[in-house]
């Protein structure tokens, strides 16, 4: 990807919450939104568009509103709305492409915070013209990132565990859910499965469960258990924001095998896997161009 390794980025990415308040130049704004707007498509085509705005009131707002999530030092933020439509897949695809244009904002030396949670979407409806036809799921807040984290940034970073992610063994399994996937047996896909590890998730839950079976990656959701049911999201109508957490693992993971010149597809093929629990559902696959070569060798 362009002229820096994904790897790297995906690396320095965290939560940004605190911000220089300073507005970001025309020139890195002109080529986020260009990016947006070239890698606006997910795997199946699902449109998203972008809009890169101020919301001076949305921020007393999100103040007000205010969960686990607290911005300092920015009023821009970049709003994604997708259109509604029938494929089970769209809120995944958006999360697929916007945390792709996070990626991006972050090979700027731009700061990103993904608000899913935290945020009244009147306002930022009104910002980008939200459409009958189109949802508005999550915005991201971005600017130059301050040089010092906040107390309450370290705060909500305890609180959520940010820095931690769950171990390589509860993530990835082999054949089964039953027998995890041992790292030494991965391969030339390692890197792609630390880097999903990486990703960012709501509440930092990483609901992905990833099977590997044949030369396929199976992506499941396994949802925690009543995270869709919080008050704030049941009052506000937000979106399932699992199922973007789901969008955003499969981004990491393309990416950097796009990088290391690892061709493959997404197909929606249920290996019909014996689910551990009904809170895990099947997803998504990725499988490997020519699925008759061994991809490990
Ligand atoms: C879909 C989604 C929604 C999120 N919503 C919020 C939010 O409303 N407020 C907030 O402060 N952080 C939010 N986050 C950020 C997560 O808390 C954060 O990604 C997680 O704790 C891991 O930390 P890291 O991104 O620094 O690696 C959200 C992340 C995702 C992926």
Request: with cysteine; aromatic share 10%; charged share 25%.
């Amino acid at each position: 990807m362009d002229d820096y390794s994904i790897i790297d980025v995906i690396r320095s990415r965290y939560s940004c919450r605190s911000f220089q308040n300073k507005p970001i130049s025309d020139q890195l704004k002109s080529e986020l939104l260009k990016y947006a707007e070239e890698n606006n498509a997910g795997p199946f085509g699902t449109h998203s568009r972008f809009h890169l705005g101020q919301v001076t009131s949305g921020l007393a707002i999100l103040r007000r509103l205010n969960t686990y999530g607290f911005i300092n030092g920015t009023d821009e933020f970049l709003v994604g709305v997708t259109t509604k439509c029938t494929d089970q897949l769209e809120l995944e695809e958006f999360g697929y492409v916007l945390e792709k244009i996070i990626l991006k904002a972050t090979a700027l030396g731009l700061g990103t915070c993904w608000m899913g949670g935290t945020f009244r979407k009147s306002v930022f409806s009104n910002l980008i013209g939200l459409k009958e036809n189109e949802s508005l799921p999550a915005v991201i807040a971005i600017g130059y990132p301050a040089e010092k984290k906040r107390r309450t940034d370290r705060m909500i970073r305890k609180f959520a565990k940010s820095d931690h992610r769950r171990a390589w063994e509860r993530l990835f399994f082999y054949e089964s859910f039953d027998t995890p996937l041992k790292k030494e047996e991965t391969g030339k896909f390692t890197t792609a499965l630390e880097m999903l590890r990486l990703a960012p998730s709501a509440s930092n839950k990483q609901p992905w469960n990833i099977v590997k079976s044949d030369n396929s990656w199976h992506f499941y959701l396994r949802r925690t258990h009543g995270y869709q049911d919080q008050p704030i999201l049941a009052k506000t109508g937000k979106a399932d924001l699992q199922r973007i957490d789901i969008g955003i693992a499969m981004s990491h993971f393309d990416m950097t095998l796009l990088e290391s010149k690892i061709i493959g597809k997404w197909v929606i093929d249920n290996p019909k896997i014996t689910l551990p629990d009904d809170l895990t559902e099947y997803k998504i696959s990725w499988v490997p161009k020519n699925s008759l070569s061994n991809p490990n060798k």
